[in-house]
């Protein structure tokens, strides 16, 4: 639902509604009701921006998931480096040296 309504909202006839709503409001209610269509906005701006938020969330979550994926099924590949996204700083490095390692023996190993 999250995801639905922020596509919706993002839409060039969404927007142009929510511009005519505001045009309207202002036509009509005059200086006293600016301070309620502020607040109206506000906390449809603060929504909107949870619901993309998330729908972004998933989608990385996915995407990470499917690296993780390759990852398994690719021979070779260094599996402590799935879900590498949940790692500190220091187990990063320690990855990225015995990365590095790893192709610096890959690489003898050719040239031999």
């Given at each position: 639902?999250?995801?639905?309504?922020?596509?919706?909202?993002?839409?060039?006839?969404?927007?142009?509604?929510?511009?005519?709503?505001?045009?309207?409001?202002?036509?009509?209610?005059?200086?006293?009701?600016?301070?309620?269509?502020?607040?109206?906005?506000?906390?449809?701006?603060?929504t909107l921006t949870q619901m993309v938020l998330?729908?972004?969330?998933?989608?990385?979550?996915?995407?990470?998931?499917?690296?993780?994926?390759?990852?398994?099924?690719?021979?070779?590949?260094?599996?402590?480096?799935a879900g590498i996204e949940t790692k500190t700083?220091?187990?990063?490095?320690?990855?990225?040296?015995?990365?590095?390692?790893?192709?610096?023996?890959?690489?003898?190993?050719?040239?031999?």
């Amino acid at each position: 639902m999250a995801s639905r309504t922020a596509n919706l909202s993002g839409s060039p006839l969404a927007i142009l509604l929510v511009a005519v709503f505001c045009a309207v409001w202002f036509l009509r209610a005059g200086q006293a009701g600016e301070n309620t269509l502020t607040l109206i906005l506000s906390v449809a701006s603060i929504t909107l921006t949870q619901m993309v938020l998330n729908g972004q969330r998933r989608s990385e979550q996915a995407l990470h998931l499917k690296m993780d994926e390759l990852v398994y099924a690719i021979r070779g590949a260094r599996n402590e480096i799935a879900g590498i996204e949940t790692k500190t700083e220091e187990e990063l490095e320690a990855l990225r040296r015995t990365g590095d390692a790893a192709e610096e023996e890959l690489r003898e190993r050719g040239a031999e």
